[in-house]
């Protein structure tokens, strides 16, 4: 199937768009090693993730809140400082160019996270990108987490396009599949994740970083 000129473009938050060095300082405080963040994510995910497969549901911050009970000895009440800390994001150097060049090129720009309420909006309005994004989507909405398909098809129905004009960019491989999968154009780029895993199917769209992410994306048939 051609891919075509993505009408809408969704971002990811957590690392794609947002840096969670705030979240890593606030550990390293807590007399934790810096690795511990990516442990404790990876462990988020999966927590989110079977949880969605089951039909059950939890939110980005109670999975968090576990996945660091169970990977550190913090307290309740420093863990709940730690999750605080996702409050105090702020976007990557090169977030505002890729942004500003969608917009300019007349494609509307939302983020699409399973994360908690006010995240995505307090990291945008930090970088002052708040007028460069037309909607903050969280999957909390529909509990669900990414990469269910329903959650990429709910994104479509809230931008009002169909799935095939809705594309989705994403440092994480199996956010990409995800959207792959629901009839999304998936665009991704090293960030944390340095390789596209090989047992994916390719990336419709794979640059070096994200403003060429962007670009392969405008660089469609319209």
Not at 45 to 58: E, N
Not at 178 to 207: I, M
Request: hydrophobic share 50%; glycine share 8%; net charge negative.
């Amino acid at each position: 199937m051609t891919r075509l000129r993505p009408a809408v473009v969704a971002f990811d938050v957590n690392e794609t768009l947002l840096d969670l060095a705030p979240v890593r300082a606030t550990l390293v405080e807590a007399g934790q090693p810096e690795s511990l963040l990516g442990t404790v994510f990876a462990r988020t995910l999966l927590t989110g993730f079977a949880a969605t497969v089951v039909g059950d549901w939890c939110s980005f911050r109670d999975a968090f809140d576990s996945a660091l009970a169970q990977e550190s000895p913090l307290p309740a009440d420093t863990r709940a400082t730690v999750l605080d800390a996702f409050a105090e994001l702020s976007p990557h150097p090169d977030v505002e160019p890729a942004l500003r060049r969608l917009t300019e090129a007349g494609v509307r720009v939302v983020t699409l996270s399973h994360g908690s309420p006010g995240v995505a909006q307090a990291g945008l309005a930090r970088g002052g990108l708040t007028p460069l994004v037309a909607a903050t989507l969280t999957s909390e909405a529909i509990r669900a987490w990414k990469p269910a398909r329903e959650v990429y098809l709910w994104a479509a129905g809230r931008c009002e396009v169909a799935p095939e004009r809705l594309a989705l960019v994403a440092s994480h491989g199996w956010d990409v599949l995800g959207a792959q999968r629901a009839g999304l154009t998936g665009a991704w780029f090293p960030r944390s994740e340095r390789v596209y895993p090989a047992v994916y199917e390719a990336p419709h769209v794979q640059a070096d970083d994200l403003l060429g992410a962007v670009e392969g994306l405008l660089a469609l048939p319209a």
